[in-house]
């Protein structure tokens, strides 16, 4: 039973199967905590600002974050280990496994990230008395696509309508679950919990001291971040004639995945001065990233960025982070993954959604001609974007507070 499962995820399956260690369960010193789930490394983002919240709040009582994947657990130890008791893998929605785990921990909540709907678990919730709460909501396009409409609607509307309340992203979200019957009076806009763990991450000092490594700080850096297999040529060609009129221009890449990074450098022309970042010497027209962590500081260094994922069908990749810095974005026509992100950087002219190379190199070129004069505009737009959401995560726990 389960070899598929098992067979995917390869670590907790105990856990998976609603099994928690004695020891784990110690720690909760006979207190029900705030079970917190959250998928993967995605929606850990936005889980640990709600648990971080409570606690610069003051409250003190347990808190276990679970997640699916082993990335997003690693994630939750990297941004909030302090923040929680102990971790857990999510079980299986089935109601075995379900109860077992609810038996164990006996939650006084139970607060689910962004997108997860898991009716087992909701509706066992409902039947102990246990509220249940949507944190960072949102139904994007795609999830909009398949519940909008015929059958699935009503069994949608049943799913959403036993959480106690959904805490919301913006006024989008909202509407679309009162078109398909949740209950307004459930439903409250909160703004991107994401956003404040975002912001938190930025570091000037940081930085800088990595601008400075990079060198020659006249020279403009143009970065494509998070790039997919056959990306890197359309970034390269849209360099080049980006170099037509700008030729101190600089251009870096980081690979989605940095093991590409040996076979991106062999696609750079010649003409360039081509160093990976493991081996940083001055002088270099383009710099291939072959290493993780450096990423969203690189954004902050740089004057302009493409983000990956979107001239491949991939869904795109997070456009937040260049423009928390500030930095103007382009990407390609797949941006579904943050599709509310970028219907809001377009409408406020913060990004470029661009079809090709062409277009790209159009977009670096408009970014360049305004020289450093232009930062400023870029960084008031930033601002104007991340103020509307700031402080999300501490107004969504004030009100599930009164719930315990």
């Not at 997108?115 to 008395?129: A, D, F, Q």
Request: proline share 4%; glycine share 8%; charged share 25%.
């Amino acid at each position: 039973m389960h070899k598929k499962l098992k067979a995917k995820y390869t670590e907790g399956n105990d856990e998976r199967q609603g099994l928690i260690a004695p020891e784990k369960l110690a720690a909760l010193r006979g207190r029900r905590p705030v079970w917190v789930h959250a998928v993967s490394v995605g929606e850990v983002q936005a889980a640990v600002p709600f648990i971080k919240a409570a606690r610069e709040d003051g409250w003190d009582g347990p808190f276990v974050i679970s997640t699916t994947t082993q990335t997003g657990k690693a994630m939750a130890e990297r941004l909030g280990k302090d923040l929680y008791d102990f971790h857990i893998y999510y079980p299986w929605d089935k109601n075995l496994f379900v109860r077992r785990a609810l038996d164990a921990l006996n939650p006084a909540a139970f607060a689910a990230a962004e997108t997860e709907l898991w009716p087992n678990m909701l509706s066992e919730c409902r039947n102990r008395g246990i509220p249940a709460f949507l944190i960072n909501g949102r139904i994007s396009d795609r999830t909009w696509a398949r519940v909008q409409g015929g059958l699935r609607r009503p069994l949608a509307r049943g799913a959403y309508s036993l959480f106690a309340s959904l805490f919301l992203r913006d006024e989008e979200d909202r509407e679309r679950l009162t078109r398909i019957g949740v209950e307004e009076k459930k439903l409250f806009v909160m703004g991107d919990g994401k956003v404040d763990a975002l912001l938190a991450r930025r570091n000037e000092a940081a930085r800088d001291k990595l601008a400075a490594e990079l060198g020659e700080p006249e020279r403009p850096i143009f970065i494509a971040g998070s790039t997919h297999t056959g990306e890197d040529e359309k970034v390269l060609a849209a360099f080049a004639i980006l170099r037509g009129r700008h030729p101190e221009a600089r251009l870096v890449i980081a690979p989605r995945h940095p093991e590409r990074a040996a076979a991106v450098a062999l696609l750079v022309p010649a003409e360039y001065r081509t160093v990976m970042f493991s081996g940083l010497t001055a002088g270099w027209d383009v710099l291939i990233i072959d290493r993780i962590g450096v990423l969203f500081d690189l954004y902050g260094a740089s004057r302009s960025a493409f983000v990956g994922g979107s001239f491949a069908d991939k869904g795109g990749q997070n456009i937040l982070e260049p423009f928390s810095w500030g930095v103007p974005v382009q990407y390609g026509p797949h941006m579904e993954d943050f599709a509310h992100a970028s219907r809001a950087f377009l409408a406020m002219g913060a990004a470029s959604q661009v079809a090709d190379e062409e277009g790209l190199a159009r977009a670096w070129l408009a970014v360049a001609d305004e020289g450093e004069g232009g930062r400023e505009k870029w960084l008031a737009l930033s601002r104007e974007y991340f103020d509307k959401s700031r402080g999300a995560s501490a107004r969504t726990w004030k009100i599930i507070k009164k719930y315990l």
